[in-house]
Structures are given as structure tokens and as C-alpha cells.
């Protein structure tokens, strides 16, 4: 339903089962910093396999000592993706039907690659995010690696990490992942601020470069990780063979 008065500069704000599309939007901002802000934490995390097996491995078991907290952060991901995701649809058929007869001429260019891929690069994320449950947290595509511990009776995920990634489609997948998380991330970190009202004329362009510099430092640093272990930068520990 249009809510719009003929002849009014201000924007057409429909209404679909009790959500406008300006609430929508909101919401996707809120759900997208909520993900972006887990996305750079996990980043972190990761990143400490670089300071050894042990170091890794006390940290993983800190987050398993917390199983209520792990899990219900796990479910609340979840939830919060699938959220974004539906939002994103939602928004998606509301466009469309504010123009059901298109343009004649479709000239993308005053848009970007990453602003018109945005659903295309979400639902290649979340099913990443499915594989990378399975994989890593439940072991249910790599139960070997999955079930292996260090010296001090740990679950060994230093070692885990580096034998899957030792995979070349493993590492693969989760590269072409990172790429299209960069992408995404790109405009998604922009389009926040401009949803909150945080930018103008002159700041928007400011905040386009912060949104690459955020998907770009997020992309890297995950990425850095399959690539340090294909080249050998981070090898197996002494005595951990492949299972």
C-alpha cells in the first residue's frame, strides 16, 4: 500500500504487513551492525592462529566454556542473518513495485557493482555461513580433522584450521566467500551511516571510503588465512599428522 501524496518531493513510504519500508531500512541497519560488528570480532579471533597453536586453542576453549553464551550467540547469527536476509527481499519487491513497468532504459551506471549485487552477494554469504557451521563448529563435513585435540587435551583448532585449509577447494570456497563478504561489505558499511542520517554532501563521499576500507581490511584478513596456510606460512604442529 503507497502512502504517498501526489506531487510530494518527500519519498513513497509503503506498508506490507505492518512494516513500512522506511522501518525496514532501519532494521537492516541495525541488523547489518550487529553482523558487521560479529564479522570483525570473529576476524580477530581468528587472526590468532598467527600467534601459535596454543594460543589458539586456550582461546576456543575460553569461548567453550561459556556453552550458553557460545550457543545462543550462534543462534542469535543466525537469526539476525536470516533477518537481514528477509529484510533485503522485503525491500527488494517494495522497489519493484514502486516501478512495475522498469525503466525503459536500464543504465546502471550512477550505481556500483556492490550496490546492485547486494542480494545476490547476502545469499552467497549465508550459505557460506551454513558450510562454515558445518565444517569448523559441528564437524559434520570434516569429522577427522574435527575431532582432533593438542597436548594439553584441548580441541586442537589451530591443527583443524590448517589441515582444511590445506584443501584447495576448501580454501577455494572460503576465498571466493571473503570476496563476495568484501564486496558487500563495501556498500552495506556506507549505506548504514546514510540510513542513520550520519551523512551529507559532503561527508558521503568520506563515508564510501570508509565502507571499502572496512570491506577491504575484513576481506584481507580473512583471506590472509587460507593464503598463509597453501604457501606454508602455517604449518602443522610437531607430531599432528593428516588424519
Same mark, same amino acid.
Given at each position: 500500500m503507497s502512502t504517498a501524496t501526489s506531487g510530494s518531493s518527500r519519498p513513497t513510504t509503503f506498508v506490507l504487513g505492518g512494516l513500512s519500508s522506511i522501518s525496514a531500512k532501519l532494521l537492516m541497519a541495525l541488523t547489518g551492525t550487529g553482523l558487521l560488528i560479529f564479522v570483525a570480532a570473529h576476524m580477530l579471533g581468528n587472526l590468532q592462529i598467527y600467534l601459535g597453536q596454543d594460543k589458539l586453542n586456550a582461546y576456543a576453549k575460553f569461548l567453550k566454556g561459556m556453552p550458553l553464551l557460545l550457543w545462543s550467540a550462534r543462534a542469535g547469527l543466525i537469526a539476525t542473518f536470516g533477518l537481514h536476509l528477509g529484510l533485503a527481499v522485503y525491500l527488494r519487491r517494495q522497489n519493484r513495485r514502486a516501478r512495475p513497468q522498469g525503466y525503459v532504459v536500464d543504465d546502471p551506471v550512477e550505481t556500483s557493482l556492490a550496490s546492485r549485487t547486494m542480494l !545476490?552477494? #547476502?545469499?552467497?554469504?549465508?550459505?557460506?555461513?551454513?558450510?562454515?557451521?558445518?565444517?569448523? !563448529?559441528?564437524?559434520? !563435513?570434516?569429522?577427522? !580433522?574435527?575431532?582432533?585435540t593438542d597436548a594439553? #587435551?584441548?580441541?586442537?583448532?589451530y591443527s583443524m584450521v590448517v589441515l582444511s585449509f590445506r584443501n584447495i577447494y576448501v580454501s577455494g570456497a572460503y576465498i =571466493?566467500?571473503?570476496?563476495?563478504l568484501g564486496l558487500h561489505l563495501s556498500h552495506a558499511t556506507s549505506s548504514i551511516f546514510q540510513t542513520f542520517g550520519l551523512t551529507g554532501n559532503a561527508s558521503r563521499g568520506w563515508y564510501q571510503k570508509l565502507g571499502w576500507a572496512v570491506a577491504a581490511i575484513l576481506m584481507i584478513g580473512? =583471506?590472509?588465512?587460507?593464503v598463509a596456510v597453501l604457501t606454508g606460512m602455517l604449518g602443522l604442529p610437531e607430531g599432528v599428522a593428516q588424519p
Open positions: !545476490t552477494s #547476502g545469499l552467497v554469504i549465508f550459505a557460506f555461513l551454513v558450510y562454515h557451521l558445518l565444517h569448523f !563448529t559441528l564437524g559434520v !563435513t570434516n569429522p577427522a !580433522t574435527h575431532s582432533l594439553a #587435551g584441548r580441541h586442537d583448532v =571466493i566467500a571473503m570476496l563476495f580473512n =583471506i590472509s588465512i587460507p
